[in-house]
């Protein structure tokens, strides 16, 4: 036994010697012909060695290939933004075609390329061609996408004036600024710009890359593409636009909003005449042949009583883009789309905002309004999304996020109500509360003592919502009353988004009194749930769409699910029966209308900045903001002034000749006051002018129009309407 146990390891220091052997000589093996490989790298480098001046020129190639190396790794991570933004999918997503009609089949306008070649560029006057082509970019069909002697003579030029006088982007960087980015003025944009510059350039033709440029670019008067802005200012097709036309057209991409000829004809004249000029210095044409358009300039149509909803119709047209990206349309791209968008309310509330902006915007030290009115389930009849779309295509109504002050507390409200904790006649005291170092005020500084729930909405306290996060928090047992106070927060805030909020809201101690920012559209869809009896409708832009050959491919009350019911019927009718009192008996008496029962909330925020009034009938739900885009404080503007006052001018507009519905919860107007309203569309409406058209002729005429829109395609235009402000500037207390 011994023996053969000693016999296995004597075998194993055998084998270990063996490999130890082996392992030896093949590392002095590979040692060795390392060594005769790098005797003959050597040898063949020493007969490659230069000296003198070829060293000089050989040292930089190889400093230059590791630059370029370096460059290159540089440059691919430069570029991966824009290729992550530059794809197939979203270029088809960028040339949709779509007609939008109004609720009564009229067009109201376009948005998107044209892409189903109903007008081919070879179908263009070759003097507009040469027009855009000799402002625009000259050598455009010999670049790859990028001028490098454009971009050179206009840093030299721009360098010499101290200033920016000339732009270096080509036609193609400027296609991708339009199709794929915005116009912020950065680094970070140009370079997105140049790569997707090039990314364009290999997957479409020079001709596909300036028919899409013609088609897409924004030409002002709410119109996009030469074909539409010829229809627009010379009420001609651009087949047939004359070379002073063609030159008033091509002057319009520079600066649609300076040189729109219905906003500044002379501009556009003068406009016109630098590009007549630039098509002599490109050599497209002589002088002698561009002197008879100089002596002769374009005259466009009248068009200064025209009006375009055109921040409508950018929200309609992205609403649409998503409905596509759902697979809910197909793969059409060209669209007649049928919005519940109403003219009238639409003209009302855009006047109603210049007018009182005009008047009363000084005074208060603001400058910017905006409003969304619509159905109670969802359907959006109008949006003002600025003063001003030509000198600003920011939708404030859209996309632009503020504080709403005390208009959110209706959402504090209907949280503790569903709760179980309060009732409209619950006593609450309006006393000090502090959690941390934060303690509420009062907007008169003052606290006012108990008073039922009912009444502390109406007038606006800021200490009961916090108490009230307070109290839902403590209901899940948390006696610590700052921790109960965030757990409070969190279920204000689940109920916000259930109500339709979508905007990130930060959690804050002053989340309740409305530290938080929202949109004024969503503002208007969460006031919608109360109108609606609890049940939540996502705002619509679409109640029809129909593919380029006529089908109905998409209905609303077909292929949306059912409101969705988010607050109970009862929390609802209670929370509508205390907004109703706002307008009557609190902060929002400016906004009352005759004879339409109406509820609604006030909103201010510190320092002035941002001023509300939301609020609704069982009809229609309208949100109001007022103030800076540069969020500067105003002359203390209140929610119960500015918006309280358009709210009621565009609503007691909006109100005649509807069939008045009942809100949930709240007893209906006494039959008298009901009829003065419904009555009210055969007068006069209220703070306008004698000869204006009552809003259910209009509609009437609307309707009629719409049948004799393929024989007569101009819209109607619209009619200038004096809005009726009553003094706010004398003694009367302002209020929120």
Known sequence: MEFRKAGWRTRLKRFALAADSWLDAGLWGAGRRTGEIHERIRSIADRLTVSGGKRIATEFASEGLNIGIVGAIFVLALALPAFRIGNEETLKNQVFAVTFLDRYGASIGHRGARHDDSLKLEEMPDHLLKAVLATEDRRFYDHFGIDLIGTFRAITVNARASGVVQGGSSLTQQLAKNLFLNNERSLDRKIKEAFLALWLETRLTKNEILKLYLDRAYMGGGTFGAAAAAEYYFGKSVRDVSL??????????????????????????????????????????????????????????????????????????????????????????????????????????????????????????????????????????????????????????????????????????????????????????????????????????????????????????????????????????????????????????????????????????????????????????????????????????????????????????????????????????????????????????????????????????????????????????GAVWFGNDNSAETANMTGGSLPAMTWKEVMQFAHQGLELKAIPGVPAADPKGAAVAKAGSAATPPGATAGHMPRQSFEVLSAVSSMFKSLEPRRIASRPVQVGIRDISGSEPRVR
């Open 244 to 621: 002073a036309e063609a030159a008033m057209l091509a002057g319009l991409f520079k600066a649609p909003t300076k040189y729109a000829p219905h906003v500044n004809l002379p501009a556009a004249r003068a406009r016109a005449n630098d590009v007549l000029n630039s098509m002599v210095d490109a050599g497209f044409m002589t002088a002698g042949q561009v002197d008879s358009a100089k002596r002769n300039p374009a005259t466009p149509v009248d068009r200064k009583r025209d009006s375009s909803p055109d921040y409508y119709l950018d929200w309609a047209f992205d609403a649409v883009k998503e409905l596509a990206a759902e697979g809910k349309l197909g793969n059409d791209r060209v669209l007649t789309v049928k919005t519940p968008h109403d003219i009238a309310i639409q003209e009302r509330a855009d006047e109603a905002i210049e007018s009182i902006l005009r008047q009363h915007g000084p005074a208060y030290h603001v400058k910017q309004a905006a409003t969304v009115i619509m159905d109670p389930d969802g359907a959006v009849r109008a949006i003002v999304g600025g003063r001003d779309y030509g000198a600003s295509q920011f939708n404030r109504a859209t996309a632009g996020q503020r504080q709403p002050g005390s208009s959110f507390k209706p959402f504090v409200y209907a949280t503790a109500l569903s709760s179980g904790l309060y009732k409209p006649t619950t006593i609450v005291t309006d006393r000090p509360v502090c959690i941390g170092n934060w303690c509420p005020k009062n907007y008169g500084g003052s606290f006012s003592g108990s008073m039922p729930l009912t009444v502390a909405l109406a007038k606006s306290i800021n200490s009961i919502p916090v108490q009230m996060s307070i109290a839902i928090g403590k209901a899940t047992g948390e006696t610590h009353e700052a921790r109960a106070a965030a757990i409070g927060r969190k279920k204000i805030i689940e109920t916000a988004r259930a109500m339709g909020l979508t905007t990130p809201l930060t959690d804050t101690v002053s989340l309740p009194i409305g530290a938080g920012e929202v949109t004024v559209i969503d503002m208007a869809a969460g006031y919608s749930v109360l109108a609606n009896g609890g049940r939540r409708a996502k705002p619509y832009a679409a109640i029809e769409i129909a593919n380029s050959q006529g089908e109905v491919i998409y209905r609303h009350d077909r292929d949306e699910p059912e409101p969705k019911q988010v607050l109970s019927p009862q929390v609802a009718q209670d929370m509508n029966f205390m907004l109703s009192k706002v307008p009557t008996e609190g902060t929002g008496r400016r906004a009352a209308l005759d004879g339409v029962v109406t509820a609604g909330k006030t909103g201010t925020t510190n320092g002035y900045k941002d001023a509300w009034y939301v609020g609704y009938s069982g009809n229609l739900v």
